[in-house]
């Protein structure tokens, strides 16, 4: 089953960037955890392929359950995009979703109001450009590495 992050409320804020084709990195804020950093291997689609996104929940809600049930997500997480995008399905108004497989194949998914997230702004890409290009370079190395969970028995 994928975590759902208290069906979208423990996700505070955040920006991804796709301006480089194969990749999404970006920082998002969750309740109790604070900023995570993201190196996804894939594509956005739709209006949002090839650009950057910045979302602010209006439903955020920072509760102390939110300590719980989020204490095993990996930080930071690194993994595979299973689709982002501003109208998932044909069926469904059009909003903001952002699912994901974290390299351990944990499975996430997020869903906003539409009003909840944007296109950036010449400017705001601005700002954000160094800390995406840090992400980059940082973590693309650890794409693909496997990381022993700490509960992992050791041999030899």
């Known amino acids: 089953m994928a975590q759902k992050f208290g069906n979208g409320r423990w996700v505070q804020e955040g920006f991804l960037d796709n301006r480089e084709e194969g990749t999404v990195v970006g920082r998002m804020t969750f309740a109790v955890l604070g900023p995570v950093e ?43 995009v299973s689709l982002i995008s501003f109208d998932p399905h044909p069926n469904l108004v059009p909003h903001p979703y952002i699912e994901w497989f974290s390299i351990r194949k944990q499975h996430y998914r997020i869903e906003l109001a539409s009003e909840d997230a944007w296109i950036v702004t010449a ?34």
């Open 123 to 156: 400017e705001e890409a601005a700002t954000l450009d160094p800390i995406s290009r840090d992400i980059r370079a940082r973590l693309a190395s650890r794409y693909g590495r496997t990381e022993r969970r700490d509960d992992a028995a050791e041999w030899g």
């Open 38 to 80: 993201f190196y996804l291997v894939g594509n956005c689609r739709g209006e949002i392929a090839g650009t950057m996104i910045r979302f602010t929940n209006s439903r955020f809600a920072d509760e102390d359950l939110a300590g719980h049930v989020l204490s095993e997500v990996e930080i930071p997480q690194i993994g595979d």
